[in-house]
């Protein structure tokens, strides 16, 4: 009972707030008790989705056919319709066909998972490029040295959370990136393995020390799109959300002209490896 008032409400908080206006529109995020995929809102998560949708097909058709198959067997084949068992060991057709069709499956799921991985891994016609820093424990978005735009992400603690802002998954400064553009997004890390993942956008890639790893997303529609740090990275590894405001052109180019003036008055600091900073103590003793 405790946990059904609880979920009523949560479920009413969120529908009050959605209609307030206090969550952003647009937003993409998880919501309690959510069992599917949230809304796509880019072609590789759509096309995820889509391959997600085939699977789930043929599973159920396989699972289906396996139950039946298994209530016949039980039912024409028990003690008391045959006392006499069947002797017969082999039987080649049966296994030709037990063979040859979950080849013919896993080919037919193996085509599209090939072809989506590959449409995920780049894109050759980039608009713009971000580089993607994992520190312990924020990210740094690097716009690259075209637009000179450098900063750190951390998320809002619960104390100063402003209204309409989501525990756990709003942040200081916001990914800003244009809508319907071919974003680039090169991972790497400071420190330890990180996960760069928004699941709506269809994006996930590690970010790991003394290497680049790229992706990329182009978001369909203006709006807020929530993700997280999916690599246990550390003790605040729950405390790494990523928050990224997809504007219209002319918006985007508005807040950058912004951004540099305010992120050149406050450059993010670099912190000092482990390693560095252990060296750097034996050194002072």
Not at 44 to 50: G, H, L, N, R
Not at 106 to 117: D, K, T
Not at 124 to 139: C, E, L, P, R, S
Not at 251 to 260: C, T
Request: glycine residues 6%; charged residues 15%.
């Amino acid at each position: 009972m405790h946990h059904l008032r609880r979920r009523l409400a949560v479920s009413v908080f969120t529908a009050l707030a959605v209609a307030g206006g206090s969550l952003p529109a647009m937003a993409q995020m998880p919501h309690p008790w959510q069992m599917g995929m949230q809304k796509s809102g880019s072609p590789v998560e759509t096309a995820i989705q889509s391959l997600d949708h085939l699977v789930l097909v043929i599973i159920t058709v396989i699972t289906v056919f396996v139950a039946a198959l298994l209530l016949w067997v039980a039912y024409r084949y028990s003690a008391k319709r045959n006392p006499v068992a069947s002797r017969t060991s082999h039987n080649t057709l049966i296994e030709i066909a037990w063979t040859v069709i979950p080849v013919l499956i896993l080919v037919v799921i193996a085509i599209p998972s090939f072809r989506l991985v590959y449409y995920e891994d780049r894109t050759q016609n980039a608009d713009m490029t971000i580089k993607v820093t994992g520190h312990q424990w924020y990210w740094e978005y690097d716009y690259g040295d075209a637009a000179k735009v450098d900063f750190n992400s951390r998320y809002v603690g619960t104390d100063d959370l402003k209204p309409g802002q989501l525990r756990l998954l709003d942040v200081d400064n916001q990914l800003v990136v244009p809508a319907g553009k071919n974003i680039r997004v090169l991972t790497t890390s400071g420190d330890v393995i990180h996960s760069f993942f928004i699941p709506s956008l269809g994006v996930q890639r590690y970010a790991i020390p003394g290497r680049t790893i790229e992706t990329w997303f182009k978001v369909d529609q203006p709006g807020v799109y929530y993700g997280e740090c999916n690599q246990i990275c550390g003790t605040n590894h729950s405390q790494m959300p990523i928050s990224i405001k997809a504007l219209p052109e002319a918006e985007f180019q508005a807040w950058l002209v912004e951004a540099k003036t305010k992120f050149a008055e406050a450059a993010p600091v670099v912190p000092t490896p482990p390693a560095a900073q252990f060296a750097l103590a034996q050194a002072q003793r």
